[in-house]
């Protein structure tokens, strides 16, 4: 047997194994086209716009995405996870409470638009938001085809239809900038982008279209999963967006939009590293609980070190190149988003080397130790947050979200430990890699670390 042909065996038939290399690819290759997508996009706006509209921009996803997440009931993790995942009197109970959420968002969103607007001094919020707010509207009518797709790893169709709404949005955003030089073609682009996305949920994808029903049985599942996992949605935000909503209150808006090219770049290898834990290792841990057997402890071993080793490498990648990359990218008035982007590529490390466990808590169905992790880290990131911002300014983001993810890793191996998922030997051996590529990117980059200790704006 010759070495393609073995490698074509991997990839051929309907077991996990198969389904999960193959979509393992498909993730890979859909998430990097739509990042080179973001770039590209990013790279022209950039241009277009000015870096307020950037700053506004961070905010207003921010808001949107916090009130997503303390109403959020993880309908499509419920759906990845349950027994009843392909029944069409649960999908449908499901479609129907996801609609009634959107709905109340929407109205609440308009409710906070003005309040938001006087929080952050930058009275255009308050017109910017009811609009952007209509991609969570449009969102509650997405079918439930998206979640059982992924729920059996058929993920083809999935990764051209991200792809394919991606570049309709974005296109509309470069075609309105272009036209109005204004924040507004953001907004409106990406509702655009949106509604696309929803529409193809229903063209593109198998299974029937989903109808108003209400089974209580169902919604007491779903009520039942979901009731931790609205709590643990918003330490997840807290953990994964406070920076942007923090820093709007304590830094300058266009500071903020420099910060937000940083992000942008340094979040793709932990971007990528949920959609593996999403689409990915969360069916595999459904399929293979690590308490069952050594063999399934060695293959999630092996799934784990592999994701996370080449995140990893990715992260030193960007942070070794961080400075040069922004320089060759972008106009002149971003150069500080390098030595951003080196910081923050280093400090998303330790939260992609725990991520993993979150994961394996949610494929058990216990998403109640998920949200006392989540809350414990949250509590402790927001806290170390507020601080550090005040004393270091956006130094101070690194720190925090390090020095978090430090104080909850014992909390996290414990829940682990419970169903013999704690791997202590590969948890070493990964943040010791981290530990040593941070020292060599801060050795070669301790001039462009200095520009961010003397301040962002002088």
């Known amino acids: 047997m010759t070495v393609i042909t073995r490698i074509k065996s991997l990839f051929d038939g309907d077991g996990l194994r198969a389904r999960a290399l193959r979509g393992s690819v498909l993730t890979f290759v859909g998430f990097g086209s739509g990042q080179f997508l973001r770039l590209l996009s ?155 996305r929803v529409v193809m949920t229903y063209t593109m994808l198998p299974g029937e279209w989903n109808k108003l029903a209400w089974d209580s049985t169902c919604f007491k599942e779903l009520f039942d999963f979901g009731k931790y996992i609205f709590i643990g949605s918003l330490a997840g935000f807290v953990v994964n967006n406070a920076d942007r909503a923090v820093l709007g209150k304590y830094v300058p808006i266009a500071e903020l939009g420099i910060y937000n090219i940083g992000f942008f770049l340094a979040a793709i290898p932990l971007l990528l590293n949920r959609q593996f834990g999403s689409k990915i290792l969360l069916p595999i841990y459904s399929n293979t609980p690590p308490a069952e057997s050594a063999q399934n402890r060695k293959k999630l071993r092996l799934a784990r070190l592999l994701l996370t080793s080449t995140m990893l490498g990715m992260g030193f990648v960007l942070a070794l190149l961080g400075t040069t990359l922004i320089d060759l990218l972008y106009e002149p008035v971003y150069a500080l988003s390098g030595p951003i982007l080196v910081l923050l590529s280093l400090a998303n490390m330790p939260l992609m080397i725990i991520y993993p466990y979150g994961v394996m808590l949610l494929g058990m169905g216990n998403s109640r130790s998920f949200t006392v992790q989540q809350l414990c880290q949250a509590g402790v990131y927001l806290a170390l947050l507020i601080l550090a911002v005040q004393a270091f300014g956006i130094i101070g983001v690194m720190i925090a979200q390090v020095v978090s993810v430090l104080c909850v890793y014992p909390l996290l191996a414990w829940f682990a430990h419970r169903y013999r998922g704690w791997d202590p030997l590969l948890d070493a051996g990964l943040f010791a890699v981290a530990l040593a590529i941070s020292v060599i990117v801060l050795w070669l980059n301790d001039q462009a670390i200095a520009e961010i200790l003397r301040g962002i704006v002088d």
């Open 42 to 196: 990013n790279l022209v706006l950039t241009r277009l716009l000015f870096p307020e509209a950037f700053g506004l921009m961070a905010i207003i996803q921010t808001v949107l995405l916090g009130l997503q997440m303390i109403s959020d009931t993880g309908l499509n993790t419920a759906i990845v996870q349950s027994k009843n995942g392909e029944k069409r009197v649960f999908l449908d109970t499901a479609w129907t409470v996801q609609i009634v959420r959107a709905i109340l968002l929407w109205l609440l969103i308009i409710a906070v638009a003005g309040p938001v607007a006087h929080f952050y001094a930058q009275p255009q919020l308050a017109q910017l938001l009811p609009v952007a707010g209509l991609t969570i509207f449009i969102l509650g009518f997405q079918s439930t085809n998206f979640a059982t797709a992924n729920r059996k790893l058929v993920l083809g169709r999935l990764t051209a239809l991200e792809l394919i709404s991606q570049a309709i949005g974005i296109f509309t955003m470069v075609a309105l900038a272009w036209w109005t030089g204004s924040i507004w073609a953001l907004v409106i682009g990406t509702v655009i982008g949106t509604a696309a």
